[in-house]
């Protein structure tokens, strides 16, 4: 005969990822104010779930030039943002902030054809870019220093 834990449902906690609150998982049921919660479309880029750009990631971007006497393979990625949906990947080397606030950034761009190119890109320009299913660009926490991202002391 097969024995089922002790433990119950409704004795574990769990922290919600909408609200950040620790809740006791009684019932399957969806936390009330997640987009999916009730039977409208929701666009999931109006959900702000993950910045681009960080104060701790600006501040330790080398400005532009600053590093254009090292060589390529010896360039440190601060930051890469990455297409969710697809292969494109943006790993960023140097930045800027612009007059208006936008940041342009330079690093070595994979448009997802096979043949990465250095260039510059703006910071409003994959802000912007919608990817498909309400997704757009991402920031890859798992490439660059820890302490650059935040996300990592939630987990």
């Known amino acids: ?6 433990r119950s449902l409704a004795s ?7 609200c950040a609150t620790a809740q006791t998982l009684t ?16 666009d999931m880029r109006s959900i702000p779930l993950l910045q681009l750009l960080t104060d701790a ?14 060589p390529l393979e010896h360039k ?13 990947s943006w790993e960023i080397f ?4 612009t007059e208006d606030g936008d940041w342009r950034l330079f690093g070595n761009c994979d448009l997802g054809f096979g043949m990465p190119e250095l260039g510059y890109v703006m910071l409003s320009e994959l802000e912007e870019l919608s ?8 920031r890859d926490i798992c490439v660059g220093d820890i302490s650059l991202h935040p996300e990592w002391a939630n987990m």
Do not use: W
């Open 1 to 6: 005969m097969l024995q089922t834990p002790s």
């Open 57 to 70: 990631i600006k501040k330790a971007l080398p400005p532009l030039y600053r590093t254009e006497d090292i």
């Open 12 to 18: 574990r906690k769990k922290t919600c990822v909408v």
């Open 131 to 138: 990817v498909g299913l309400g997704l757009g660009i991402e």
């Open 27 to 42: 019932s399957p049921k969806l936390h009330p104010t997640t987009p999916f919660a009730s039977a409208r479309t929701v």
């Open 94 to 97: 140097e930045g800027d902030e």
């Open 76 to 88: 440190e990625i601060i930051v890469r943002f990455f297409n969710p949906m697809g292969s494109q």
